[in-house]
């Protein structure tokens, strides 16, 4: 689900009057999945999707010590 000023945003029917100047289209999500920001809600969606194929791709006997190495990293950004 992404996020809109780092909440999560849930998805309802857009309105008949959406306009392409909304809030929707403009660069003020992000993705909950990765923490990039600066993205369209369509980005968002398609990046929190990419992020959750890489993990399901990811090897069941390398989760336990990636995430030890990850709670004790000192780097809070997955990106830098």
């Known amino acids: ?7 999560p945003f849930a998805l ?14 403009q660069r003020v999500w992000a993705c ?17 999707q990419r992020a959750t194929e890489k993990f399901l791709q990811f090897p069941k006997e390398f989760t336990t010590p990636a995430l030890r190495i990850i709670q004790y990293s000192k780097n809070y950004s997955l990106l830098s």
């Open 1 to 7: 689900m992404p996020l809109l000023r780092r909440t």
């Open 12 to 25: 309802t029917e857009p309105p008949q009057d959406l306009k392409p100047d909304e809030h929707v289209y």
């Open 32 to 48: 909950k999945a990765t923490g990039k920001t600066g993205l369209t809600y369509e980005e968002a969606l398609v990046s929190e």
